[in-house]
């Protein structure tokens, strides 16, 4: 099975920029249909984009479309977000997740594994 490890989060200001990373040991990312997902505190946890390289298109949650870009590297086993524009409602727990199932899918339920989150912080 994948073990996840998200790093990058920090405070940043508003239309600020970040890239968080999720580095993935145990095995390949290749093999996983990957997404972040984010949680503010008292909120369900929410989609943010969805990685399309192992099967169907990148997605993105409506709220963040535009400005986040999912991508990956596999020789690096490594999956990012780059987020531009930051805003104050951004601000998150940040979530990296991989599904076996190699297809699509938006909510959290579908995924079998789980990163321990990265904290984001957007200041207005």
């Known amino acids: 099975q994948v073990q996840l490890v998200e790093s990058g989060g920090r405070l940043v200001q508003a239309g600020g920029s970040l890239r968080l990373s999720c580095v993935a040991s145990?095995?390949?990312?290749?093999?996983?249909?990957m997404s972040w997902f984010r949680q503010a505190p008292g909120k369900e946890r929410e989609f943010v984009a969805a990685?399309?390289?192992?099967?169907?298109?990148?997605v993105y949650g409506n709220s963040v479309m535009g400005r986040f870009a999912i991508s990956r590297d596999g020789v690096l086993n490594t999956l990012y977000l780059q987020m531009n524009s930051l805003k104050p409602e951004d601000t998150a727990t940040y979530y990296c997740?991989?599904?076996?199932?190699?297809?699509?899918?938006?909510?959290?339920?579908?995924?079998?594994?789980w990163g321990q989150g990265t904290q984001v912080t957007v200041s207005s």
């Open positions: 145990g095995d390949t990312i290749s093999g996983y249909y």
């Open positions: 997740a991989a599904r076996q199932h190699r297809a699509p899918a938006t909510n959290a339920a579908s995924y079998d594994y």
């Open positions: 990685d399309g390289w192992s099967g169907g298109s990148t």
